[in-house]
Structure formats: C-alpha cells, structure tokens
C-alpha cells in the first residue's frame, strides 16, 4: 500500500518554514512540523501536525522521530540576526550549530539519511564575483554565517562517514509571502527591508530608512537578490526529490537560491510606492555594518540540475504578495 513520506520540518511554524510545508502538501508528502515556537507562530502551521519541542533537547527531538515514520528532514530553526550574532556568538553557536547537531545525530540513530538544510549567502562574505557562483570563496564576516558555514562542513562529513544526503540551499533574500495569504512572514523584531516598507506604507512606523545611499551601486544604495519565498518552497521539494534519485551515499549538495537578478533599496522602495499606491516616506541614514554593497546569486546550478524555474521573479509581485499577507495579517490583530 502507499504511504507518504513523513518529512520532519524543523522550525516549520516560522517564515519560510511555514511556506514549506504548504509545498510539501500540495506535493503529496505529509509534514511533521518541529517548533519551540520562540520565534513561530501556531496559526501558520496548517499543514500537518506539530509537535512542540526545541531541538537543544535530544529527548524531545527523539520522541519525533519515534512518533512518526520520519523519511527525511529539512531544517529552518535557526537564529537569524546578524547584529545580535555579533554581540552574542554563543548563542548562535549553540542554537544553529549544536543544536543542529543534535538533530543530525538523532537522524543517524534512527536511519533517516535525507537532509535538507537551510543555509544562506552569509557564507560567501565580502563577494568577490557578482554573480557569486556556489564556487566562490567562503569567508563568512559575522558569526551568523560562521554558524551556516559550519553546518555545511558537518553535512559533508556526516555525508563521507554515516552515508547522509543533503542539500545546503543558500539563500539570498527570502520576500514575498503565499499568493493565497495563507501564511507569510510576520517577524519581531522585524529587520528585512520589505516588511519595513510595506510597515510604513500602512502607518505602522513613520518611515523606511535607507541604509546608506554612498555605495558603489547605480543609485548608492544597497544591491539585493530577492527570492519569492513560494519558489524558495519549490526548490526544496524539487532538491528532496534530488537527493531520492541520487544512488550512492554521502552525497553533499550546495545550491543558491536567488533569482540572479539585483534590485537596489531605492528600486525596491519605488516598487513599494507602486504597488501599494501610497507615498511612503523616505529618510536616509547611515550604512549598517556588515551591508555588502551587492549580492547577487549565480542561479545556473540550480535551474540546471533542480530544473528550479522561479514563478515569481518579478519585484512587483514579490512585493505585491507581501503587501497582500501584510494588510491581512495586520487587520487579523485589530479582529481578534
Ligand atoms: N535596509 C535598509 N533599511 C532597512 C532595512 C534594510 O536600507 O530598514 C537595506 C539593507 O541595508 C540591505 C537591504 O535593505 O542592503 C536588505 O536588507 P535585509 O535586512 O532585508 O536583508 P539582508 O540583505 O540583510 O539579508
């Protein structure tokens, strides 16, 4: 008989989590989404069960894995503040990488050999290329993508001694929400340049500060490779159906997901504006430590190999799906 694969999805109540387990569902696989809910929120878990655990506890984390027929494991719960990573390098050492250990050492005691593991660009650092390749240098600037990076390592050589496939996707700049507004990103605090100025647009602060307009970019601001979070979705469906094909074991991917396609912060506040038809205000203020001026994702490996197509590659309708969820988020507070 049939059954589907049970896929454990830790950190599934979060942002790009939650848009995750919708795929796996409309794709036939059955969710089990794992959560201490620090950061997530129960509402935009709708798509399979969830258990409430922290993956700094094996015992809970076991207790998961001997509930469900657990097949594979992709992995979202992460702390993501660069700045705070900064300030407070053991707690993001021990959240992303211990626990993380934790989860993989588990996997091995009950024989799940599939991962997929939610990386990022941070583990480029300073780029020297645009677009950045998978190739490129890793040479992180801030303990966050130090954590990412040591992830990767361990991935490989969980992969080389015990057998596991994995898939690193290193993402750009998740954006966008569902296009059925049934979950979408709702952040606290919130630090990503979108959500910021979709904030202003509805009232909710006075204005959207550029960070830094003297950069060495056509309009001195900031570049960014922004990546629809439905297609961020789709990529690690098609990379767990990657990973099914691969004969062999130990087989260590890397993937960027972006669409290879830089928009500055002026555009992306200009596209605001047309989008929600509000006059947002604008201040500009200095740069933020850390900010490269560009970063640009080489999307060839994963159009190539996933046969990844984004749907949603257009700024306007990345900011359109995202103002959608915002207005409905935002008058679900003021309801209930
Ligand atoms: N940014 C900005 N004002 C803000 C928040 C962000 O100008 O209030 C800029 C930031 O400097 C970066 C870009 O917007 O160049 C995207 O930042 P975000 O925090 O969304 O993502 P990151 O690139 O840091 O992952």
Redesign the pocket.
């Known amino acids: 008989m049939y059954s589907p694969q049970h896929v454990l999805v830790a950190g599934g109540a979060g942002y790009i989590g939650s848009h995750v387990c919708k795929e796996l569902s409309r794709r036939g696989y059955v969710p089990v989404v794992f959560d201490n809910l620090q950061y997530g929120h129960t509402d935009l878990v709708r798509w399979g069960d969830f258990i409430l655990g922290d993956l700094g506890d094996p015992e809970q984390v076991r207790l998961a894995f001997s509930r469900y027929p657990i097949s594979a494991v992709m992995h979202f719960a992460a702390y993501t503040f660069v700045g705070e990573s900064v300030a407070e390098p053991d707690k993001y050492y021990n959240n992303n990488v211990t626990c993380t250990l934790n989860l993989l050492r588990t996997m091995h005691e009950y024989g799940v050999d599939r991962f997929i593991f939610s990386s990022s660009a941070a583990v480029y650092g300073e780029p020297k290329v645009m677009p950045i390749p998978e190739e490129h240098p890793q040479w992180p600037i801030n303990p966050y993508g130090w954590t990412k990076f040591m992830v990767e390592r361990i991935i490989d050589d969980f992969g080389r001694a015990y057998g596991l496939k994995s898939a690193a996707l290193r993402y750009f ?1 998740a954006a966008g929400a569902d296009p059925d507004e049934e979950t979408g990103e709702r952040h606290d605090p919130e ?3 979108i959500p ?1 100025v979709l904030q202003a647009a509805m009232g909710l602060r006075k204005n ?5 307009s003297d950069y060495d970019t056509p309009d001195g601001t ?1 570049v ?1 490779d922004y990546v629809h979070v439905a297609d961020l979705a789709d990529a690690h469906v098609l990379a767990l159906e990657y990973l099914d094909d691969q004969s062999g074991k130990g087989n260590a991917h890397v993937f960027n997901l972006g669409n290879g396609q830089g928009f500055s ?1 002026r555009e992306v506040i200009e596209t605001a504006k047309k989008v929600t038809g509000i006059d947002i205000p604008v201040a500009t203020g200095e740069r ?1 430590a850390g ?1 490269p001026s560009r ?1 640009v994702a080489s999307s060839d490996k994963v159009r190539k190999v996933l046969g990844w197509t984004p749907r949603y590659a257009d700024l306007e309708q990345i900011v359109k799906t995202a103002w959608d969820w915002h207005r409905k988020d935002s008058n679900k507070d003021q309801t209930s």
Not at 208 to 212: D, H, K, L, M, Q
Request: charged share 20%; hydrophobic share 45%; aromatic share 6%.
């Open positions: 700049n630090t990503h340049l910021l959207i500060t550029v960070f830094g900031c960014r912060v933020r900010d970063l």
